[in-house]
């Protein structure tokens, strides 16, 4: 099953939003890129890839936001989870200056 197709299947969303869900998907895999130092995502870290899209979906309008709170109910939310975090950093480029 393609990346996309899995996404879409996570958020349980029709083939509507392929624009967006691919664009998410590359966001995700650009953040991976970035906090990695590596060229390519690592075919084993499709998968946080994934978790990565569907938080960067569930956020959409929170741009900014580190906390909110509204009718008694509080949310705060962090950059990275700590789980993602973890499974990333063994996959970590060192940098010999």
Do not use: W
């Given at each position: 099953m393609?990346q996309?197709?899995?996404?879409r299947?996570?958020?349980d969303k029709a083939?509507?939003?392929d624009e967006l869900?691919?664009e ?9 890129l ?8 690592p ?10 899209a569907?938080?960067?979906y ?6 900014g936001?580190?906390s ?5 109910i509080?949310?705060?939310v ?5 789980d ?11 940098k010999v200056?």
């Amino acid at each position: 099953m393609a990346q996309l197709d899995r996404l879409r299947h996570r958020l349980d969303k029709a083939a509507g939003e392929d624009e967006l869900l691919s664009e998410l998907l590359e966001d995700a895999e650009n953040y991976i890129l970035a906090y990695t130092g590596r060229e390519e995502v690592p075919e084993v870290l499709s998968g946080i890839a994934l978790e990565l899209a569907c938080i960067l979906y569930n956020r959409r309008g929170m741009e900014g936001e580190i906390s909110h709170a509204e009718g008694g109910i509080s949310i705060a939310v962090e950059g990275l989870p700590e789980d993602l975090r973890r499974a990333l950093n063994r996959f970590r480029v060192a940098k010999v200056v």
